[in-house]
T-cell receptor, first 117, second 114 residues
Framework: DAGVIQSPRHEVTEMGQEVTLRCKPI?????LFWYRQTMMRGLELLIY????????DSGMPEDRFSAKMPNASFSTLKIQPSEPRDSAVYFC???????????????FGPGTRLLVL | AQSVTQPDIHITVSEGASLELRCNYS??????LFWYVQSPGQGLQLLLK??????LVQGIKGFEAEFKRSQSSFNLRKPSVHWSDAAEYFC????????????FGGGTRVLVKP
């Protein structure tokens, strides 16, 4: 399996521009997670989906951030408008149901390094 | 609420020496515990996990971890460190009581001296 795929790997944009990050989970996984990693705040869960439905978006910083999962093999995280403080590495992870339908190990993608100037 | 504390931000160890990384967690039920490793510029790779059963868990790359419920700890160990083990290590806790969300510790950066 190719693992979790994220694109782009790097993104440099100017403040105010729209940024779209993309994620393809591992085939057969039914949960998808978006994380943000910064030096100051470490790894933060932004949102996660189960069977394409958003379950918990309490980590989404503000209305400028939105995430969608139109089908089981694709998700996007959009920032509009972007700000310098959004600069971070954004990770996507996916997991599959384990025993009793409970989610097990999360597998991470390589991340998208975002720089907002 | 669940939380994870990794008390050591940085650890420097000589190649060939043993390594132990500390992890303490807070969780309201039986936890699922994980250790991930992140090399520079890379994503997180799972080293090992504990769900239930034997409290000593073996992982990849020669790592092991021991779950101690009485101490709320899940420390990671390796008997002999290789230069390629230089990376950042993250402990995480989750489980059904948390809606399967993972909470990560702040990470421990390991430097390996030749």
């Amino acid at each position: 399996d190719a693992g979790v795929i994220q694109s782009p790997r790097h993104e440099v944009t100017e403040m105010g521009q729209e940024v779209t990050l993309r994620c393809k989970p591992i085939s057969g996984h039914n949960s998808l997670f978006w994380y943000r990693q910064t030096m100051m705040r470490g790894l933060e869960l932004l949102i996660y989906f189960n069977n394409n439905v958003p379950i918990d978006d309490s980590g989404m910083p503000e209305d400028r951030f939105s995430a969608k999962m139109p089908n089981a093999s694709f998700s996007t995280l959009k920032i509009q408008p972007s700000e310098p403080r959004d600069s971070a590495v954004y990770f996507c992870a996916s997991s599959s149901p384990g025993r009793g339908g409970l989610q097990e190990t999360q597998y991470f993608g390589p991340g998208t390094r975002l720089l907002v100037l | 609420a669940q939380s994870v504390t990794q008390p050591d931000i940085h650890i420097t160890v000589s190649e060939g020496a043993s390594l132990e990384l500390r992890c303490n967690y807070s969780y309201g039920a039986t936890p699922y515990l994980f250790w991930y490793v992140q090399s520079p510029g890379q994503g997180l790779q799972l080293l090992l996990k504990y769900f239930s059963g034997d409290t000593l868990v073996q992982g990849i790359k020669g790592f092991e971890a021991e779950f101690k419920r009485s101490q709320s700890s899940f420390n990671l160990r390796k008997p002999s460190v290789h230069w390629s083990d230089a990376a950042e290590y993250f402990c995480a806790v989750g489980g059904p009581a948390a809606g399967n969300k993972l909470t990560f510790g702040g990470g421990t950066r390991v430097l390996v001296k030749p």
